[in-house]
């Protein structure tokens, strides 16, 4: 069972991950940093965050089926860091500042929306 969970989520975070790229290649089309991979690296790094803080707080329990859903399934296909990688590579052979750019924008963001996520989550809303 977990097995489908992930492949379905998997499935829609990739959807999405392609919509996203779709959305941002469509408004600029002539830009060469790689914007649609940090917009879903950063987003998908603040969602996780907002749920794992949700998950630590106890705010909500997820079952395991659920987790692998969300975790893996959904939020693996939508946040592809492989694809930080090769944009990183690919930049790196023709524009050195721009991949580091792009490292330093990926990782520091990602790590940041992934801690403000978590505090996010955390909070409680009662009241």
């Known amino acids: 069972m977990a097995w489908l969970a992930i492949g379905v989520g998997g499935a829609l975070g990739s959807v999405a991950r392609h919509g996203v790229n779709v959305l941002v290649h469509d408004r600029w089309p002539l830009m060469r ?18 749920l ?27 946040t592809t860091f492989s694809t930080f990688g090769l944009d990183t590579i690919t930049l790196a052979r023709t524009h050195s500042l721009a991949a580091m750019w792009n490292v330093a924008a990926q990782v520091g963001l990602g790590l940041i929306a992934v801690q403000v996520g978590i505090l996010i989550g955390a909070l409680d809303w009662s009241g």
């Open 33 to 50: 940093f790689p914007l649609a991979t940090l917009v879903v690296n950063v987003a998908g790094c603040l969602i996780i965050g907002v």
């Open 52 to 78: 794992a803080g949700l998950v630590m707080s106890e705010r909500i329990a997820l079952r395991f089926h659920w987790r692998e859903f969300l975790f893996v399934g959904i939020l693996g296909g939508f």
